[in-house]
């Protein structure tokens, strides 16, 4: 894609994105970098991506005395690192579309626990997803986020199935050609959606149904159900062009 011009548009099965000018068309994840995006019906989003194995010295500090404190805690030298890259991550991300700076301030936590941002900055939406050594925020202005990626060669236990997905969302899966792809693009948007209600997996995911096919997520959205059944919400599905050995959607709820 041109790195000058106007905005491109990309079709994928799962809706249709404007990639600001210098986007890749494919991710280089062993690197950093940043995308604006623009979905046809969604307020910008900003999607930062980075891999843990290479983070730069000195992430400490970014940190938190608090998450400083944790991340000395950790006797595993390895995990350590991987703690202060992913926070410092996070910190830098959220900077970027605040003042510029890593963001130095506290986090709050939401009713099931998601993290969030305190005034003046409450109204900034976030969530992050991490894949090996691969980190992704996605960051809305003015309204709540999901996020998932998922490595392409994730194991998927046998009993998985029935506990994620309902009868119909499983016809539905029969049907595709590649049914490992479909598995896990459902399983990704089922979390993206759960992670922007704020609740992740602590919600059964029966209670959100995603229709996948060989040309994606059908009409680009995803249901949610209350525990009577009842129709609560809708969420547009909006892709992530990964690599080839990544799945990757965000999830907004429509308005």
């Not at 690197?31 to 010295?57: I, S």
């Not at 579309?97 to 626990?113: H, N, S, T, W």
């Amino acid at each position: 894609m041109s790195a000058t011009g106007a905005r491109a548009k990309q079709t994928h099965g799962t809706g249709s994105v404007w990639y600001e000018p210098g986007c890749p068309p494919l991710w280089d994840a062993t690197r950093a970098g940043t995308v604006l995006m623009r979905h046809a019906d969604a307020r910008p989003l900003t999607v930062t991506w980075a891999n843990l194995a290479g983070a730069p010295a000195g992430d400490e500090r970014v940190l938190s005395d608090a998450e400083w404190a944790r991340a000395r805690d950790i006797d595993d030298a390895g995990r350590r690192a991987r703690f202060v890259a992913g926070r410092a991550f996070v910190r830098r991300a959220l900077g970027s579309c605040i003042d510029g700076e890593p963001y130095g301030g506290e986090f709050v936590a939401g009713k099931f626990g998601k993290p969030g941002l305190p005034p003046p900055h409450s109204s900034l939406g976030f969530n992050v997803s991490h894949a090996g050594d691969l980190i992704v925020a996605a960051i809305r202005p003015g309204g709540a986020i999901g996020v998932d990626i998922e490595r392409r060669d994730r194991a998927i236990p046998p009993k998985l199935t029935d506990i994620v997905f309902n009868r119909d969302e499983q016809d539905c899966l029969s049907r595709c050609d590649d049914w490992r792809v479909a598995f896990l693009l459902g399983w990704t948007c089922k979390e993206a959606v759960l992670k922007c209600v704020g609740c992740g997996l602590l919600r059964d995911p029966k209670r959100i149904k995603v229709f996948v096919d060989d040309d994606g997520v059908r009409d680009a959205i995803a249901y949610e159900y209350s525990e009577q059944g009842e129709l609560v919400g809708t969420y547009r599905i909006i892709p992530l062009p990964w690599v080839r050995d990544m799945l990757g959607v965000m999830a907004i709820r429509c308005e």
